[in-house]
């Protein structure tokens, strides 16, 4: 079923734009977390994410960043040995959050832009043994998209290691497969693919990982993730939540099952394969090749001559809103976020509004070509 859908014009990799229903579900009147309607709809939410992460298992709730999860992660089920897995902005982060905490962290860094090699990780696996491995599904820095379930069967074969893993600007958008790939903890933010405001972070913990974080002393209180498994399974959270934001949630959750996980990827990978059109068509380059781009957001290098600022400022004047490169990139590259509930219309017309500012400026590219078609 079709929706009829304001259009989108904004295109950052998070937060994504929040469709007015969406923001309309937030106004339903706020109750006690601990009260029986509370629950109802705690409960109903839960069953909703289990199919959207493709588990059988439980997917929890917590109020705050994607951050604080890959913090508490760590807090949970590593007491000392950890080996990060690098090839952009965030999965370094996960290697800074890991040393400030005193663990000792190992990592396999891959440039910006490439994906960790399986062998790779398999070679620093046999050199030593750790308790976990971190890794982020889709870096949403350079647009990368690691293997998992590469990944992760390497882990299985060569260590008892938990792998962990950031599917922050991923999960929704792009297949996650968190019971197949045999992933023990999935954290991913409401403001990206789900396409919720933010303020919500949800996250899986498998019985090994449960299992490992029962052994480990001086969880903390908010990080403690079996703190967060007890209050699921009594239907809700272990503090006041971000009511609304659960209120937001759970009427995406339907939106989104209504429409169908698969068929949600597809779109994304219709949207992403229209905006590789354009880059052939118009002399722009992505940061990474094909076989590892993310379907939720291209990270791209404009021709010489055109400077990403001031392109994403004539963007902003037409009310269109792409984002500057992370870290490294900031100044050389924009991200489009095609993530959420983008639809191909809405694309079109960011696309055609690059082509008429580049065409403006006598850019080579994008208004010849578009003429020639």
């Not at 508490?72 to 007491?79: D, E, Q």
Request: glycine fraction near 8%.
């Amino acid at each position: 079923m079709t929706r009829p859908q304001e259009p989108i014009r904004c295109f950052l990799p998070g937060p994504a734009y929040v469709l007015a229903e969406v923001r309309q579900a937030m106004t339903r009147e706020v109750v006690a977390h601990r009260s029986p309607e509370f629950k109802k709809v705690y409960r109903r939410l839960a069953v909703g994410l289990s199919q959207i992460f493709r588990t059988s298992g439980e997917v929890l709730v917590a109020t705050g960043s994607s951050t604080l999860l890959m913090e508490s992660a760590v807090i949970s089920t590593v007491r000392r040995d950890v080996l990060n897995l690098i090839n952009g902005g965030f999965s370094e982060r996960w290697h800074h959050i890991c040393r400030s905490l005193g663990r000792s962290a190992d990592s396999v860094v891959v440039p910006w832009g490439e994906a960790v090699d399986p062998d790779l990780l398999r070679q620093a696996l046999r050199r030593k043994s750790y308790e976990a491995v971190t890794i982020v599904h889709n870096e949403t820095s350079s647009g990368a998209v690691n293997p998992i379930a590469e990944l992760v069967q390497v882990v299985r074969q060569e260590s008892d290691a938990l792998v962990l893993v950031d599917a922050v600007s991923s999960l929704g958008g792009a297949p996650f497969e968190t019971d197949s790939w045999d992933v023990d903890v999935v954290v991913v933010g409401s403001q990206k693919a789900l396409a919720v405001p933010p303020g919500l972070v949800l996250f899986t913990l498998s019985h090994r990982a449960a299992q490992r974080a029962a052994a480990v002393p001086h969880r903390g209180f908010y990080t403690d993730l079996l703190r967060y498994l007890d209050q699921h399974q009594k239907g809700g959270t272990i503090t006041t939540p971000d009511i609304p934001g659960i209120w937001a949630l759970d009427h995406q959750v339907s939106r989104i099952l209504e429409e169908g996980i698969e068929a949600r990827w597809a779109r994304h990978e219709a949207l992403q394969e229209r905006t590789a059109r354009w880059v052939q068509e118009s002399g722009w380059t992505f940061t990474c090749p094909r076989g590892i781009r993310s379907q939720t957001v291209s990270c791209l290098r404009p021709p010489v001559g055109v400077d990403p600022g001031w392109l994403r400022t004539q963007l902003e004047y037409r009310d269109f809103v792409v984002a500057s490169g992370y870290g490294q990139w900031k100044d050389e590259t924009v991200r489009i976020g095609h993530m959420g509930d983008h639809r191909l219309e809405d694309l079109e017309r960011l696309l055609e509004a690059m082509n008429t500012i580049l065409e403006e400026k006598g850019h080579e590219g994008a208004g010849s070509r578009r003429r020639a078609r």
